[in-house]
Every structure is written in structure tokens, then in C-alpha cells.
């Protein structure tokens, strides 16, 4: 009997001064397991006297019992503690309401270029995609820009290979040309998508930016159609009449070609957007030269057409009132957040 209250008290003492999950488990062993003193104990039965041997089995059990709810007790005291420390000290508020998720949002310029492409459906233009690696045919030559034209200066290109062959494209208007080889006139379609000059990068030159294209091909398509086109284009931006004006402008893809400014948004005496003129040079169109369309198997004798190269970042910097283009793809949260 002794022997049971001994092992028993000395065993409760050890738990309790335990700290660790690895030291409970070293008492458990020394008295629960295979050699243990419990374990002991019941392999001494044989040699007692037969009248005694049902009561020390039996205290022996109880004795494992009560060694095995303290150990069980101050594991659970231990696990709670430490789970304590981790939700710091016990400040933890298990009532609080969860921290909201973070959504995310949609990329300004996405944003904008779901808007445009919303608006031009709603006119009856098909919006279409083109491979970003181009040839040498669709990015240049069936443009009419030829071999010693300097938009084809290696400067300004991403070549992928020694050939020439194959770059990145500098501009959407490759997608006009698969467009005018696909389809067949009169048809309406806009290019929204990124393209890549090899430049060096300040606040207002980025590698990589975004365009979008737009053509029509139809029966006497005048430089009327193109203004009403682009008028629309901008009330559709800027959410009211914009006044725009046409300069003469050289572009080998069109005849005649024109830079089209539009009246600054943001001012109407001149302010740092517009350098105080009060004009914005928002994009270069005109009506398809001859030879474009001639190139892709349109006759310009029966049809004419009119295209437009809309600069989509500086578009959605304008919108916005972003100053330095690299905000748009440099991937800062902090950016990207506020839209
Ligand atoms: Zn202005």
C-alpha cells in the first residue's frame, strides 16, 4: 500500500512541475510504460500470497489510472497556455468581427478598355485579338511602311530573331490587316491590346503600353464618318462633348493621315496637361491608303476605308490624371488600389 501512495505522490509532483509537452512524456514512460514502476508493480503479483493479489491488482489499475488523468489534465493545462502566448497573452478576442477580405479591382486600363469596347459594340464594330509576336508582313509591309522606313529601325523594335522575320509588335495595326485579309468588306472592327517598342523609359515612354485599332471598310467612308467615329469615341470617355480638330499628318498606312487633337478636358485656358494650348494630340487616323487595302485583296476601287491608332495608356493616364506612365505596369499596390 505504501508503495501505491509513494509512486502515486511522486509521480503527481513530476506532472506538475512538468513544462513541456516532451517532459510529460518522459514521466509517462518512466512510470506507464513497459519498464515502468506501475508496470512493476503488476509483474510482482505472481509472487504474493493468492489472498492478496486481487486488492494490489486492483489498487495497481487505480493507481495507473490516477497517474494517467494528471498526466492527461496538465497536457491540456500546457496546450491552452501556449495557445495563450501565440494569440498574444490572452488579448485575444475570439468575438471580434474577421478582418474584410481584400478584393482586388479591375486594372484601369482594363477598366477602359472594357468601357471603349462596350461603346464600339454598341456601334456595330467587331472587337478582335491578334498575336503579339508578329511577322515582319503584318507588322510593316502590308502596311506600306517599306524596308528603309524608320519605324522599322531596330531602336524602336523588339526583334525576336536574327531573320527580322519576327518582333513583338510596335503598334495594334497588324490586327487591321489580318482583319481586312479575314473578312469581307463592309466590316467595323477595333484592336484593343498591348504593344512594345524598344525604348528607354521615362514618365512618359514605356517598353511596353497599350494600344487599341480601329478600321472601317465600307462604301465612300469619308473623312466625315471618321470625325463623327472619333467624337463619339471621346464623349464616350470623358462623359461629354469634346471638340476636337484635324492637322495634316504623315503616316505611310493612310491618305490623307491627320493627327487628331482634342480640346483639353481639364481646362479652358491652358494648364501643365495640355502645355497651355489647350489641345490634347490624342491619335493619328485617316482613310486607308490604296495600297493598304489593295495589299489584302480589298479592291479601293469599290471600297475605302478609315483607321485609327488610339493610345490607350496615355488615354488612361488623361482619364485619370496619372503623370508617369510606368505607374501603370510597375505592379504597386499602392497604385492599383485606388481604382
Ligand atoms: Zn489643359
Same mark, same amino acid.
Given at each position: 500500500?505504501?508503495?501505491?501512495?509513494?509512486?502515486?505522490?511522486?509521480?503527481?509532483?513530476?506532472?506538475?512541475?512538468?513544462?513541456?509537452?516532451?517532459?510529460?512524456?518522459?514521466?509517462?514512460?518512466?512510470?506507464?510504460?513497459?519498464?515502468?514502476?506501475?508496470?512493476?508493480?503488476?509483474?510482482?503479483?505472481?509472487?504474493?500470497?493468492?489472498?492478496?493479489?486481487?486488492?494490489?491488482?486492483?489498487?495497481?489499475?487505480?493507481?495507473?489510472?490516477?497517474?494517467?488523468?494528471?498526466?492527461?489534465?496538465?497536457?491540456?493545462? $500546457?496546450?491552452?497556455?501556449? $495557445?495563450?502566448?501565440?494569440?498574444?497573452?490572452?488579448?485575444?478576442?475570439?468575438? $471580434?468581427?474577421?478582418?474584410?477580405?481584400?478584393?482586388?479591382?479591375?486594372?484601369?486600363?482594363?477598366?477602359?478598355?472594357?468601357?471603349?469596347?462596350?461603346?464600339?459594340?454598341?456601334?456595330?464594330?467587331?472587337?478582335?485579338?491578334?498575336?503579339?509576336?508578329?511577322?515582319?508582313?503584318?507588322?510593316?509591309?502590308?502596311?506600306?511602311?517599306?524596308?528603309?522606313?524608320?519605324?522599322?529601325?531596330?531602336?524602336?523594335?523588339?526583334?525576336?530573331?536574327?531573320?527580322?522575320?519576327?518582333?513583338?509588335?510596335?503598334?495594334?495595326?497588324?490586327?487591321?490587316?489580318?482583319?481586312?485579309?479575314?473578312?469581307?468588306?463592309?466590316?467595323?472592327?477595333?484592336?484593343?491590346?498591348?504593344?512594345?517598342?524598344?525604348?528607354?523609359?521615362?514618365?512618359?515612354?514605356?517598353?511596353?503600353?497599350?494600344?487599341?485599332?480601329?478600321?472601317?471598310?465600307?462604301?465612300?467612308?469619308?473623312?466625315?464618318?471618321?470625325?463623327?467615329?472619333?467624337?463619339?469615341?471621346?464623349?464616350?470617355?470623358?462623359?461629354?462633348?469634346?471638340?476636337?480638330?484635324?492637322?495634316?499628318?504623315?503616316?505611310?498606312?493612310?491618305?490623307?493621315?491627320?493627327?487628331?487633337?482634342?480640346?483639353?478636358?481639364?481646362?479652358?485656358?491652358?494648364?501643365?496637361?495640355?502645355?497651355?494650348?489647350?489641345?490634347?494630340?490624342?491619335?493619328?487616323?485617316?482613310?486607308?491608303?490604296?495600297?493598304? $487595302?489593295?495589299?489584302?485583296?480589298?479592291?479601293?476601287?469599290?471600297?475605302?476605308?478609315?483607321?485609327?491608332?488610339?493610345?490607350?495608356?496615355?488615354?488612361?493616364?488623361?482619364?485619370?490624371?496619372?503623370?508617369?506612365?510606368?505607374?501603370?505596369?510597375?505592379?504597386?499596390?499602392?497604385?492599383?488600389?485606388?481604382?
Amino acid at each position: 500500500m505504501a508503495d501505491h501512495d509513494d509512486i502515486r505522490a511522486r509521480a503527481e509532483a513530476e506532472i506538475l512541475a512538468a513544462d513541456s509537452a516532451a517532459a510529460l512524456k518522459d514521466i509517462e514512460r518512466a512510470y506507464l510504460g513497459k519498464k515502468g514502476e506501475v508496470a512493476g508493480l503488476l509483474a510482482s503479483i505472481p509472487s504474493l500470497p493468492a489472498e492478496e493479489r486481487p486488492l494490489v491488482g486492483k489498487n495497481a489499475n487505480l493507481l495507473k489510472q490516477a497517474i494517467q488523468a494528471a498526466l492527461d489534465a496538465r497536457g491540456s493545462e $500546457l496546450e491552452a497556455s501556449s $495557445l495563450d502566448a501565440e494569440r498574444g497573452a490572452g488579448d485575444f478576442d475570439p468575438t $471580434l468581427p474577421p478582418r474584410p477580405l481584400d478584393t482586388g479591382s479591375l486594372h484601369p486600363i482594363t477598366q477602359v478598355t472594357r468601357e471603349l469596347e462596350d461603346l464600339f459594340l454598341s456601334m456595330g464594330y467587331t472587337v478582335l485579338d491578334g498575336p503579339e509576336v508578329e511577322r515582319d508582313f503584318y507588322n510593316f509591309e502590308a502596311l506600306n511602311i517599306p524596308r528603309d522606313h524608320p519605324a522599322r529601325d531596330s531602336q524602336d523594335t523588339f526583334y525576336c530573331d536574327d531573320s527580322g522575320d519576327f518582333s513583338l509588335r510596335p503598334h495594334t495595326s497588324p490586327v487591321q490587316v489580318r482583319a481586312m485579309e479575314r473578312l469581307e468588306p463592309p466590316f467595323r472592327v477595333i484592336a484593343p491590346g498591348r504593344v512594345f517598342r524598344h525604348e528607354t523609359t521615362d514618365a512618359s515612354h514605356e517598353h511596353t503600353f497599350h494600344q487599341m485599332e480601329g478600321m472601317v471598310v465600307g462604301k465612300d467612308i469619308s473623312v466625315g464618318h471618321l470625325i463623327g467615329a472619333m467624337k463619339t469615341l471621346l464623349r464616350g470617355i470623358f462623359h461629354r462633348e469634346v471638340e476636337v480638330r484635324l492637322r495634316p499628318g504623315h503616316f505611310p498606312f493612310v491618305e490623307p493621315g491627320f493627327e487628331l487633337d482634342a480640346r483639353c478636358p481639364f481646362c479652358s485656358e491652358g494648364c501643365s496637361v495640355c502645355g497651355r494650348t489647350t489641345w490634347i494630340e490624342l491619335l493619328p487616323c485617316g482613310l486607308v491608303h490604296p495600297n493598304v $487595302l489593295r495589299m489584302s485583296g480589298i479592291d479601293p476601287e469599290e471600297w475605302s476605308g478609315f483607321a485609327f491608332g488610339l493610345g490607350l495608356s496615355r488615354l488612361v493616364m488623361l482619364r485619370y490624371n496619372i503623370d508617369d506612365v510606368r505607374h501603370l505596369l510597375g505592379g504597386d499596390l499602392r497604385f492599383l488600389e485606388q481604382f
